[in-house]
């Protein structure tokens, strides 16, 4: 807990080496180690997948200035007074596009994009120079 506040390694490593070291604590025989990651690959790789290609769309998005792009066109068809209110806007429209579309297509295609337009926002009114 103290390095994972501290943030002195990566939380990735933090976890891989935390992970290792729970599982040879409580399961020290290799054969119950295999068997409890066994049990629950079914749920893991799914989700890893999934954070490996969410990891690749925002690169994608973001390496070739699409998100900047679609940002704009955001900022672009709001109306001046409403972009103070982007964060209530946003948790507003979480609410059904979360209902009719997975939460990992909300929070990995759409949320980035609010999220730039917001900063845009937050940053000048009509700030065209921020997504260049």
């Not at 999934?50 to 699409?66: D, N």
Request: with cysteine.
């Amino acid at each position: 807990m103290a390095l994972l506040i501290h943030g002195a390694i990566p939380l990735q490593v933090l976890f891989m080496v935390a992970s290792a070291i729970a599982l040879m604590v409580n399961y020290p025989n290799m054969q119950d180690q295999k068997e409890r990651l066994a049990a629950h690959a079914g749920n893991i790789v799914p989700v890893v997948s999934l954070i490996f290609a969410a990891g690749i769309f925002v690169g994608i998005l973001s390496g070739t200035k699409m998100v900047d792009a679609i940002a704009a066109s955001v900022i672009a068809g709001l109306p001046n007074w409403l972009e103070p209110y982007l964060a209530v806007v946003t948790a507003v429209l979480s609410v059904p596009f979360t209902f009719f579309i997975s939460n990992d297509a909300f929070y990995f295609g759409i949320l980035p994009i609010l999220a730039k337009a917001g900063a845009c926002t937050a940053l000048a009114p009509r700030n065209w120079g921020a997504l260049r």
